[in-house]
């Protein structure tokens, strides 16, 4: 993605430069070559990124490749563990899950673990109050959502009063949530299955992987935060 360092003091010193996410910079074609300085700055920017602002820029890069791609899986990659929001998976999907609630107006989003290999028939569901000057904003709470009754019912036990009353409001202004929902989770796991047909082969180890090692899968996380955690 291409960052661009602003100098409010003088404007002439302001440059851009491509930011990979594995902490290295390219320069940008068409753009005047860095002075020496700019050239350590942006160096210095790369490498010392933290890890949590990389994983942001991965996520702002996905969201724009989702309003511009046709095909979502020309820019998604299979991530055992992950659970995907859905309109990474579906961009072009129209249906939002919005509501009110004591005279404001509130959203939620759904999110899946898309591996079909884990049919685990539920989703995560993030409650959020619609305000236009807060595009990054926390969710308000967030909660497991079963497609087994009984076990929704004692998920939503576990909820506080108002944001149990939040997620009846809900129920309220979309009365076949449940129906939506796992139509939702079906395109989400076929989603999955299509990923996992593309992905490039995994070489078979024969030694036993160690937790801290890359995942042989090829997703980039350490063992014990992805394919042990299926096993587990």
């Known amino acids: 993605m291409v960052v661009y360092l602003r100098d ?25 070559k860095l002075t020496k300085v700019q050239d350590q700055i942006a160096k210095g920017f ?24 046709k095909n979502p899986v020309s820019y998604l990659e299979f991530e055992p563990g992950r659970y995907f929001n859905y309109i990474e ?3 072009r999907n129209k249906e939002m899950l919005d509501f009110n609630y004591e ?14 290999r884990n049919d685990n028939k539920c989703l995560q569901l993030s409650f959020f109050k619609f305000q236009l000057d807060s595009a990054d904003q926390a969710p308000l709470f967030s909660a497991t959502y079963y497609f087994d009754e009984e076990m929704r019912e ?17 129920n309220q202004i979309i009365p076949d949530l449940n ?13 999955g299955q299509e990923l996992l047909n593309n992905q490039a082969p995994v070489e078979i180890q024969q030694e036993k992987v160690k937790p801290n090692e890359p995942c042989p899968c090829g997703s980039g996380k350490k ?9 587990n």
Not at 12 to 25: G, H, I, V
Not at 103 to 116: C, G, K, L, R, V
């Open 223 to 231: 063992y014990k935060k992805c394919c042990a955690l299926m096993l």
């Open 103 to 116: 005279d404001n107006q509130y959203f939620a989003e759904d999110s899946y673990d898309i591996d079909p």
């Open 89 to 91: 998976l579906l961009p």
């Open 46 to 69: 790369s490498k010392n990124a933290a890890d949590e602002l990389i994983v942001l820029f991965k996520q702002r890069a996905v969201e724009a490749k989702a309003y511009g791609e």
């Open 154 to 170: 004692k998920e939503d036990a576990k909820l506080t009063v108002k944001n149990n009353d939040m997620l009846i409001a809900l």
């Open 8 to 32: 409010k003091d003088n404007l002439e010193n302001s440059f851009a430069f491509q930011l990979n996410f594995n902490k290295t910079f390219n320069t940008l074609p068409e753009h005047p």
């Open 179 to 191: 129906d939506r929902l796992k139509q939702r989770y079906k395109n989400a796991k076929k989603m």
